[in-house]
């Protein structure tokens, strides 16, 4: 199986604060990487699919970049909203596996 | 308005079995690949299975091959998973999530809202 590694594994940080969360696969994934937000009590909501392409209806602060094994979701200008945990995704395999999340929280 | 609805879930003793259930609609069930991911508590995601839209390929995850079956029913706009031989370590919430291709590369959305197994004595 494909290992997805995030880190930082949390933060805290700030309204307006540009954020950014990155992720490692143990191979190369090209660009079928795919990035989640889970808030508690709630399912995860596609945000980024493809490395860099921003799902319809999300925020064009949320950002996506990377091909490979590493890549980066970026939170230009950080709102209330966004405190949640966020997690990576390949699918470049059948047996889709995700990076352990990273939790931003409110400094 | 595309919409996953599970249940199903609940309390069962360690070795039972529990069936669950995803019904789809706002969209051409049949069309799409279907998964199962759970969250064990205040874990991470883990895929469990995989199903094509006519049933052709089925994936499980090492942790519950042989224990659990996804299935799907096409006229019911439904999707299925039987789990056997429950473990206390398969108690999470379970998800279903539709596999979409978007600029040519899978991913899962709609989530559907989960539902919570128990595995306790």
């Known amino acids: 199986d494909i290992q997805m590694t995030q880190s930082p594994s949390s933060l805290s940080a700030s309204v307006g604060d540009r954020v950014t969360i990155t992720c490692r696969a143990s191979?190369?994934?090209?660009?079928?990487l795919n990035w989640y937000q889970q808030k508690p009590g709630k399912a995860p909501k596609l945000l980024i699919y493809?490395?860099?392409s921003l799902q319809s209806g999300v925020p064009s602060r949320f950002s996506g970049s990377g091909s490979g094994t590493d890549f980066t979701l970026t939170i230009s200008s950080l709102q209330p909203e966004d405190f949640a945990t966020y997690y990576c995704q390949q699918s470049y395999s059948t047996a889709v596996t995700f990076g352990p999340g990273t939790k931003v929280d409110i400094k | 308005e595309v919409q996953l609805v599970e249940s199903g879930g609940g309390l069962v003793k360690p070795g039972g079995s529990l069936r669950l259930s995803c019904a789809a609609s706002?969209?051409?069930?049949?069309?799409?690949?279907m998964n199962w991911v759970r969250q064990a508590p205040g874990k991470g995601l883990e895929w469990v299975s995989s199903?094509?839209?006519?049933?052709?390929?089925?994936y499980y995850a090492d942790s519950v091959k042989g224990r659990f079956t996804i299935s799907r029913d096409n006229a019911k706009n439904s999707l299925y998973l039987q789990m056997n031989s429950l473990r206390a370590e398969d108690t999470a919430v379970y998800y279903c999530?539709?596999?979409?291709?978007?600029?040519?590369?899978?991913?899962?959305?709609?989530w559907g809202q989960g539902t919570l197994v128990t595995v306790s004595s």
């Open positions: 706002g969209f051409t069930f049949s069309s799409y690949s």
């Open positions: 199903i094509s839209s006519s049933s052709s390929y089925i």
């Open positions: 191979q190369s994934i090209s660009s079928y």
């Open positions: 999530a539709r596999r979409w291709l978007l600029a040519g590369m899978p991913a899962f959305d709609p």
């Open positions: 493809a490395a860099s």
